[in-house]
């Protein structure tokens, strides 16, 4: 749970309203309380929900730099910037590939930032005030933006919109409208929640965050914005009886290590003197050199591997390839020195690449999946084919 909330204003000229729980009740104020929540390590920073884009995107890399370029990409012909102006965050990875994907531009991220260094909170989360919403189809006024959510997304939009823009850009269906002027707005039948004034909006966001764990929420502060904790090394006097007892250990460690070591280093000795025994033996034409006859049998590899024809291994490709609906055969590389072909396909979905490799390997070829990427709604993978072993 988080201890204070910060509305960042949409404007450079506003300014933030502060809000915190005190004796079971929620207080709000345009200062932020003096002498408590520290840097913000508790405090979470709800930013505007028109400078935040709200996606969902497949995923299937694993690293989270990797994740959120492989997001980025996916959902780029939905961006009205280029991507490298934006900065992505993703949510909380599923059971499924699909997760949610949260677009703002770097401009606003490093603004943001700005604000909470000046605030005195600069460890404080960064959050999107729309991914807030409850489930179901839902309206939020908030004051100065419109919050809304449908079964597919979250978005908002500028409170002086139109009402006929309002009005299209809701959900067909609405379940509960929060704030009576947005209600006569809308003329909708839906049940209505009274949300009067920036306060109290800020207080229902809150306890929309609160009803969640942190990890569920998408946080903004992935990547380069990631919260950076320095160590604290205050109370070290302490610990001055622990860190003497554990030198004294580490001394006697060391010594131990050392007599393993010499004795390590008769065994490695031993050794080398049989290796050379067994490298004259077996490989009498490294004249007794380890390395030499290691790089003889790699050349006796290398040069079974290349027995493979590019041609053939070319036709069965394309062999491999024809019944699988939808594929396409994009380019193709042959490297001599290896007898390997690398074929770039473009395919539907990753079942098609095993199939693709399955066909290959019941011709007696040798085949592995190298790197894939997303490419729109298919994948372009890169199949690696070699003799069999």
Not at 170 to 197: C, F, N, Q
Request: negative net charge; contains cysteine; glycine residues 8%.
């Amino acid at each position: 749970m988080a201890d204070l909330f910060i509305r960042l204003p949409k404007l450079p000229s506003g300014r933030p309203l502060f809000a915190w729980r005190a004796s079971g009740e929620w207080h709000c104020s345009e200062e932020r309380p003096e002498g408590r929540f520290g840097n913000g390590e508790s405090a979470v920073a709800l930013v505007p929900g028109t400078s935040v884009t709200a996606h969902r995107a497949e995923i299937v890399a694993r690293k989270p730099a990797e994740a959120r370029r492989t997001a980025l990409f996916a959902i780029e012909d939905d961006l009205a910037q280029p991507v490298e102006a934006l900065h992505v965050a993703l949510g909380p990875a599923g059971e499924g590939p699909t997760r949610d994907v949260h677009v703002a531009s770097l401009d606003d991220m490093q603004r943001w930032l700005g604000y909470l260094n000046a605030l005195g909170v600069p460890e404080a989360d960064l959050v999107c005030v729309h991914a807030l919403l409850p489930g179901g189809n839902v309206v939020v006024d908030i004051g100065d933006e419109l919050l809304f959510r449908s079964d597919a997304t979250t978005f908002a939009c500028d409170s002086d919109a139109s009402d006929d823009l309002v009005r299209s850009i809701a959900p067909d269906s609405i379940d509960t409208v929060y704030g009576t002027a947005l209600a006569r707005r809308l003329d909708s039948a839906a049940r209505v929640e009274p949300l009067d004034g920036p306060e109290a909006a800020l207080a229902q966001l809150a306890e929309w965050y609160n009803s969640k764990t942190p990890s569920a929420h998408v946080s903004l502060r992935q990547g380069d914005f990631a919260v950076r904790r320095s160590m604290d090394l205050k109370g070290f006097e302490r610990w001055r009886l622990a860190g003497s007892l554990a030198c004294i250990a580490g001394v006697a460690w060391l010594g131990g290590a050392w007599l393993e070591t010499q004795a390590l280093e008769t065994q490695a000795a031993d050794l080398r003197s049989r290796t050379n025994m067994i490298v004259r033996n077996f490989a009498p034409e490294a004249n007794g050199n380890a390395t030499a006859a290691i790089q003889s049998m790699q050349q006796s590899q290398r040069s079974a591997a290349t027995s493979m024809r590019p041609t053939s291994a070319t036709a069965a490709l394309y062999e491999a390839v024809a019944p699988v609906e939808n594929t396409e055969v994009r380019s193709l590389r042959y490297d001599a020195n290896t007898g390997r072909l690398t074929a770039m396909v473009v395919f539907d979905d990753y079942a098609q690449a095993d199939e693709i490799g399955s066909r290959l390997e019941g011709m007696g070829l040798s085949v592995t999946l190298g790197a894939a990427r997303q490419s729109g709604a298919r994948v372009l993978g890169e199949f690696n084919i070699e003799a069999a072993t």
